[in-house]
């Protein structure tokens, strides 16, 4: 199945035609959307909403607030299903645990937002970059469920990871000193 966010839900495709147009009167401007690796769900994260799931078998959708006002503009499942990650525009992100819906939050630095993040295959581990900056953080996860005991594990200063010009294409120019990379875009693990 495909899932396609529009500005006011999701659309399923399931083979060659669409299926189903998920609305939600709270959904608007959908940023972000991904499928449960393991249930018929999908989260769509929203400007004026935390998070909708949607139980695409049954059609019903259920909000997920916080206390503090936040949208989602990135969502991201662990692979084991057990974890979904949101970042929000408020200076923070959140980790649900989707077995009872609860969350714990995790505040970034001031003037900072979440420019990427990834789960580790066993969903131990949560690694992200935040926009402008070229350290990557990450955070390890007691799996105890429906826990949600994370803890930080290390952050990895890239800007002073250096490379040395044989280690590249001869074709490309660098200098006596070139560093591995700059600010953080994308991180897929």
Known sequence: MLAVGCPTGALIWEGDWMTRYLTCPSVSNVTSIQWSPIEPLIAVGCPHESIVIWD??????????????????????SPNGHYLFQASLNGSFSIWETMNWTREQWNIPSGYLVQTAAWSADSHYLVY??????????????????????????RIPLSS????PEDYDPNVALGEESWACGRISQIEW
């Open 161 to 164: 990871l250096q490379i040395r």
């Open 56 to 77: 695409v078998s049954t059609e019903v959708p259920t909000r997920l607030h916080s206390t503090a006002a936040s949208s989602s503009y990135l969502i991201r499942w």
């Open 129 to 154: 970059g935040l926009d402008g900056s070229s350290d990557v953080h990450c955070l390890a996860f007691d799996h105890t469920i429906p826990s949600i005991v994370g803890k930080f594990y290390q």
